[in-house]
């Protein structure tokens, strides 16, 4: 039987801890026996859990003969790893184990080292964290896991239950990890990734600067089909100049900055407006619905519709 051991670290997300138990102790095979054997696995017997405590039955050495290794998220993602801990996930993958993270958990799984070089995820509101702790990685805030074989990593809170019945898959099969999304009543597959959850907030405006003005101009013009040289026209300067002040500035350029404004604004009216999509579009400053459609889709990962239905 496949044996799951989920690290339990001080102050572990409880969600996180209880995704994996859940998901793996209920995988069934076709003949009704279990798919796994799952054990919470701590340093020390009894474990902050935030409003809680929990007692883990299993110490460190149950990652030992573990195939698959579970490291949940933490309160404080940024605290130091207990070296005992970084000690047994290492020896865990030098016997080829597979190890995955959880929303945060890809903190503490990246302060091994194991992670170095490799592309990974976590929730979204902690990417940039991650990217400036662990620049030996390459963090995509998009996607809702990334599978690197041996290791793999999630995104934030129910991401978790994508990457878990991922593995169900890798391991079983599509019909008992099926039957196992079933149980948890969740989609198998999940339309769209982590892009679509992601608050898209006003891009950046540098008080003070030179760009101040013209940005403040930008976002009372968005629905004008606007081209670089009336941006430029716009800012008194040409367009060489605007684009090496906005990169300089914004980290962007006029047109992109323009973009995601544009794709930030049309998430609010599809929110908490019936207005239709081609006519979001046209107010967002999109020449054709099909071109609102396919920019929407570049950024958040889903269709506009898809969007409304999640969030409206």
Request: charged share 20%.
């Amino acid at each position: 039987m496949h044996t799951v051991a989920v690290l339990a670290l001080d102050r572990v997300i409880p969600f996180d801890l209880a995704t994996p138990v859940e998901v793996f102790g209920r995988t069934r095979l076709p003949d009704g026996r279990p798919g796994y054997q799952v054990r919470v696995c701590a340093a020390r017997p009894e474990v902050d859990a935030g409003p809680f405590a929990l007692r883990a039955p299993w110490g460190l050495d149950g990652l030992r003969d573990a195939d698959t290794v579970v490291v949940p998220g933490t309160g404080d993602p940024t605290a130091p790893l207990p070296e005992e801990v970084r000690d047994a996930l290492r020896a865990a993958a030098a016997n080829g184990t597979r190890i995955a993270s959880i929303c945060v958990g890809t903190f503490p799984l990246a302060a091994t080292g194991l992670l170095d070089g490799l592309r990974v995820t976590t929730h979204w509101m902690a990417a940039d964290l991650l990217a400036a702790t662990f620049p030996a990685l390459t963090v995509d805030a998009d996607v809702l896991y990334v599978d690197n074989g041996r290791f793999l990593t999630s995104a934030g809170a129910a991401a978790g239950l994508d990457l878990c019945l991922h593995m169900v898959r890798a391991d079983y099969g599509s019909a008992v990890a099926a039957d196992a999304a079933r149980l948890s009543v969740v989609p198998l597959e999940r339309e769209g990734g982590q892009a679509q959850f992601i608050v898209h907030d006003r891009p950046p405006v540098p008080r003070g600067s030179e760009l101040e003005p013209l940005l403040d101009w930008l976002r009372e013009n968005l629905a004008r089909p606007l081209s670089l040289d009336e941006i430029a026209a716009a800012a008194g300067m040409s367009s060489r100049t605007l684009i090496r002040r906005f990169r300089e500035q914004t980290g962007t350029t006029p047109l992109q900055w323009l973009h995601r404004a544009r794709i930030r604004q049309a998430q609010h009216l599809l929110e908490t407006t019936g207005h239709s999509v081609e006519r979001i579009g046209a107010q967002v400053g999109f020449g054709s619905p099909t071109a609102f459609r396919d920019r929407f889709k570049r950024t958040t990962g889903v269709s506009p519709h898809a969007y409304r239905r999640s969030f409206a």
